[in-house]
Nanobody, 114 residues
Framework: QVQLVESGGGLVQPGGSLRLSCAAS????????MRWYRQAPAKERELVAS????????NYADSVKGRFTISRDNSKNTVYLQMNSLKLDDTAVYYC???????WGQGTQVTVSS
C-alpha cells in the first residue's frame, strides 16, 4: 500500500536549519509530483513546496521562498526539504504528499524556539 514516512524534525533555535526526509513506497515515486505541507496549531494545512517528477522544477510558498529547498532522489524514493534561517512561524507538523494519492504520513514535528 502507499506509505509516506516523514523524519528529520526537531527542536531548533531561530536562524537554525533542519533537513526533513520523506520515504515513499507503494507507488511509482518517480512518476509523481511531490509536495511538502505543514500545519501549525489552530491553523489550516498549507502547501510549502512542490517538486516535479524529474526534480527540475520547484515551487515555494512566499513565506519560505529563499529559505527552504525541496529536492528528491528518485533512486531512493525520497523527497527532502532543506530548511534554513528558520523562524518561529515555521513551527508546525510537516507532511509530504504524492500527487494523485489521498494518503498522508504521520508527519514530523518542527519546533522553532529560543
Amino acid at each position: 500500500q502507499v506509505q509516506l514516512v516523514e523524519s528529520g524534525g526537531g527542536l531548533v533555535q531561530p536562524g537554525g536549519s533542519l533537513r526533513l526526509s520523506c520515504a515513499a513506497s507503494g507507488f511509482t515515486f518517480s512518476s509523481k509530483t511531490m509536495r511538502w505541507y505543514r500545519q501549525a496549531p489552530a491553523k489550516e494545512r498549507e502547501l510549502v513546496a512542490s517538486i516535479s517528477v524529474s526534480g527540475g522544477s520547484a515551487n515555494y510558498a512566499d513565506s519560505v521562498k529563499g529559505r527552504f529547498t525541496i529536492s528528491r532522489d528518485n533512486s531512493k524514493n525520497t523527497v527532502y526539504l532543506q530548511m534554513n534561517s528558520l523562524k518561529l512561524d515555521d513551527t508546525a507538523v510537516y507532511y509530504c504528499k504524492a500527487d494523485g494519492w489521498p494518503i498522508w504520513g504521520q508527519g514530523t514535528q518542527v519546533t522553532v524556539s529560543s
